[in-house]
């Protein structure tokens, strides 16, 4: 089992800025995956970002060049600095946690983000 909690959501202005954590805990492997994804209100779940544990990331589109994830895997914590924030990023941000081979994955309880003025 893996638990994730996320944390630094919050109410925002456009053009703002605010950075999401997610420390895991529990039985994480070396080979992972960690990732950012967001669900606005009446949406699918979509992806933001995800950072592999070889060293690899990828952005969703609408996001690359204002946000960046990172991760420290010694605190088993993955990052997301979110610059440029748009009210078209509020949304409720979840973190999830997978395995790279078995494909067995985990997801936070999420943390709400609104960009408004």
């Known amino acids: 089992q893996v638990q994730l909690v996320e944390s630094g959501g919050g109410l925002v202005q456009p053009g703002g800025s605010l950075r999401l954590s997610c420390v895991a805990s529990?039985?994480?492997?070396?080979?992972?995956?960690m990732g950012w994804y967001r669900q606005p209100p009446g949406k699918e779940r979509e992806l933001v970002a995800r950072?592999?544990?070889?060293?690899?990331?990828n952005y969703a589109d609408s996001v690359r060049g204002r946000f960046t994830i990172s991760r420290d895997n010694a605190k088993k914590t993955v990052y997301l600095q979110m610059n440029s924030l748009k009210p078209e990023d509020s949304a409720v941000y979840y973190c999830?946690?997978?395995?790279?081979?078995?494909?067995?994955?985990?997801w936070g309880k999420g943390t709400l983000v609104t960009v408004s003025s």
């Open positions: 950072s592999i544990s070889t060293g690899s990331t």
């Open positions: 529990g039985n994480i492997i070396n080979m992972n995956s």
């Open positions: 999830k946690y997978s395995e790279i081979f078995s494909g067995i994955y985990y």
